[in-house]
T-cell receptor
Framework: QKEVEQNSGPLSVPEGAIASLNCTYSDRGSQSFFWYRQYSGKSPELIMFIYSNGDKEDGRFTAQLNKASQYVSLLIRDSQPSDSATYLCAVRNTGFQKLVFGTGTRLLVSP | DAGVTQSPTHLIKTRGQQVTLRCSPKSGHDTVSWYQQALGQGPQFIFQYYEEEERQRGNFPDRFSGHQFPNYSSELNVNALLLGDSALYLC?????????????FGPGTRLLVL
């Protein structure tokens, strides 16, 4: 079982729709959760982080964390073609410094 | 506010050679982490440097080594290059004092080993 799992996609949504990206993790000791966006040929860019159960909103983005289910998600409202990228979920266990990444979900937003 | 910078942007080497990659952290950051990202994969943690010492290491062989300088910049050295070392090498910086240490990535160095 991989430590962090994501559906590789592609996830295709029309412009203006809500895109829902999901991530599960295996280590119950995980404490910090991050979403990065990576455009083709570029480096990962931090979108959001979440530490506590529940929802965290930032503009069009909402991160959701459920530690009991070991599940974290990212919702993108009013999706734009410029949101087309690979979204990486990363997890960190308290006391350990490394981020453990999933393989990413490719999102395609069509005009 | 200067972000994380890395050099060079691209590099081509042959098997058996050695390479040094460089990273300058974001202003105000004191911790540097290195990751390797193969095509189609998520970044894999190599190691992290804080206060000029390696604080944690991932599952990479001893051919991968690093260093952090007093100004917090860092180098990643890879000896005896293999074809499988071809990847995007990412540097991420963070500030230890914030506790949660959110990591911000530089643009990366794309290494091709022939």
């Amino acid at each position: 079982q991989k430590e962090v799992e994501q559906n590789s996609g592609p996830l295709s949504v029309p412009e203006g729709a809500i895109a829902s990206l999901n991530c599960t993790y295996s280590d119950r000791g995980s404490q910090s959760f991050f979403w990065y966006r990576q455009y083709s040929g570029k480096s990962p860019e931090l979108i959001m982080f979440i530490y506590s159960n529940g929802d965290k909103e930032d503009g069009r983005f909402t991160a959701q964390l459920n530690k009991a289910s070991q599940y974290v998600s990212l919702l993108i409202r009013d999706s734009q073609p410029s949101d087309s990228a690979t979204y990486l979920c990363a997890v960190r266990n308290t006391g350990f410094q490394k981020l453990v990444f999933g393989t990413g979900t490719r999102l395609l937003v069509s005009p | 506010d200067a972000g994380v910078t890395q050099s060079p942007t691209h590099l081509i080497k042959t098997r058996g050679q050695q390479v040094t990659l460089r990273c300058s952290p974001k202003s105000g950051h004191d911790t540097v982490s290195w990751y390797q990202q193969a095509l189609g994969q998520g970044p894999q943690f190599i190691f992290q440097y804080y206060e000029e010492e390696e604080r944690q290491r991932g599952n990479f062989p001893d051919r991968f080594s690093g260093h952090q300088f007093p100004n917090y910049s860092s180098e990643l050295n890879v000896n005896a290059l293999l074809l499988g070392d071809s990847a995007l090498y990412l540097c991420a910086s963070s500030f230890a004092g914030l506790g949660q240490e959110t990591q911000y990535f530089g643009p990366g160095t794309r290494l091709l080993v022939l």
